[in-house]
């Protein structure tokens, strides 16, 4: 790699660095720095192509599994496949908040907080003491344990941030847009109001942050966190639960099933990477009778045709209960 047209930030940021100590990917960590010249536009820019790239990237292959009639056996609803119509007008939808509220164009008062995390991070971070720029990288072991702690973090706070936000108010102004789809897709993990991603973005940053004021934390850690983070939320939006699925080999990962039955039902299943917390705050009950029906329709039915009927109602008995719900928390708002 050629630094010459850029040795000025080079010297500025890594002053005494010696390239031949970094391995493949601090190098190009570097490359890129000193390309942008400026780590704020740099961390900034790798914040916004990332999240583009996980995010649309890790959609296709369920778009392409819903156009693929053998998947259907593993669909949690299976009479709810989205049209590409319906796919289209959420890519349109997506698009246009990641645009709106992540790059500095249209900018608003509603979406100045989005900018704030894309593009003052960086800033943000510093403050925290968070490593940025610099190399060489946290080693391995450290990168997973802070990894798995920001995890931990995120669940805890999106059970209650989440539990709040279907609060009366805060539903209707806020989070009813999220539940615009009672039989989510990949694509829709991200459907939501900007005050929601907002929110709910705090319990993926905050971690870092907290975690900052005990010991060293890295930017990259962060990084990968956050396209962990983006895997999660799309596949539990996915509506599939296929024999492989994570959840079959660690029974406390939440999964498709869990967040699946969150917006057929608009009840139940808060969190989102893992069971625990829903199951302490018996926040899963309804869930829980809804799987022995289903199990016990699955013991009685003869043939796949009697499983897929009886599923068939009981999803539908399901989404009715849970329109009513709904229906119930926004006539509470017109009283008062
Ligand atoms: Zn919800
Ligand atoms: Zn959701």
């Given amino acids: 790699m050629a630094f010459n047209a850029t040795a000025g930030s080079f010297d500025a940021l890594y002053p005494g660095t010696d390239m031949s100590s970094l391995n493949w990917a601090e190098e190009k960590w570097v490359a890129w720095y000193v390309w942008w010249g400026n780590p704020i536009i740099a961390t900034g820019m790798i914040s916004f192509l990332m999240h583009e790239i996980v995010y649309f990237g890790?959609?296709?292959?369920?778009?392409i599994?819903?156009?693929?009639?053998?998947?259907?056996?593993?669909?949690?609803?299976?009479?709810?496949?989205?049209?590409?119509?319906?796919?289209?007008?959420?890519?349109?939808?997506?698009?246009?908040?990641?645009?709106?509220?992540?790059?500095?164009?249209?900018?608003?008062?509603?979406?100045?907080?989005?900018d704030i995390i894309i593009w003052l991070f960086h800033p943000m971070a510093e403050v925290f003491g968070m490593k940025t720029y610099q190399v060489p990288f946290p080693s391995n072991?450290?990168?997973a344990w802070q990894i798995a702690f920001f995890m931990f973090f995120e669940d805890l706070f999106h059970w209650a941030a989440h539990r709040a936000l279907h609060e009366a108010h805060l539903y209707k102004h806020i989070h009813k847009l999220h539940h615009k789809y009672s039989a989510p897709f990949g694509l829709a993990a991200e459907y939501a109001h900007p005050a929601e991603v907002f929110i709910l973005g705090m319990g993926t940053l905050a971690g870092s942050l907290i975690l900052c004021l005990f010991t060293e934390v890295h930017?990259?850690?962060?990084?990968?966190?956050?396209?962990?983070?983006?895997?999660?939320?799309?596949?539990s939006h996915s509506?599939?639960?296929?024999?492989?699925?994570?959840k079959h080999f660690l029974p406390f990962w939440a999964g498709a099933?869990?967040?699946?039955?969150?917006?057929?039902?608009?009840t139940d299943n808060y969190a989102t990477s893992f069971r625990w917390w829903d199951s302490?705050?018996?926040?899963?009950?309804?869930?829980?009778?809804?799987?022995?029906?289903?199990?016990?329709?699955?013991?009685?039915?003869?043939?796949?045709?009697?499983?897929?009927?009886?599923?068939q109602e009981i999803n539908?008995?399901?989404?009715?209960?849970?329109?009513l719900t709904e229906a119930a928390l926004e006539a509470k708002l017109k009283k008062n």
């Fill in 280 to 311: 302490i705050f018996g926040t899963d009950h309804k869930y829980h009778a809804y799987r022995a029906r289903v199990k016990s329709a699955k013991a009685k039915a003869i043939t796949a045709e009697d499983f897929f009927k009886a599923e």
């Fill in 239 to 246: 509506g599939y639960d296929f024999p492989w699925s994570l």
């Fill in 58 to 63: 890790r959609s296709i292959p369920w778009m």
């Fill in 65 to 114: 599994i819903d156009a693929i009639p053998y998947f259907r056996r593993w669909k949690l609803q299976p009479n709810k496949i989205p049209s590409p119509e319906e796919q289209w007008e959420c890519i349109k939808q997506v698009l246009w908040a990641h645009m709106t509220v992540e790059l500095p164009t249209a900018r608003c008062l509603l979406t100045l907080p989005l």
């Fill in 141 to 143: 072991s450290t990168m």
């Fill in 219 to 235: 930017f990259v850690t962060f990084f990968l966190w956050v396209i962990i983070k983006l895997f999660q939320a799309i596949d």
């Fill in 257 to 266: 099933d869990h967040h699946d039955f969150h917006h057929m039902a608009f």
């Fill in 316 to 323: 539908a008995a399901v989404l009715s209960e849970g329109l």
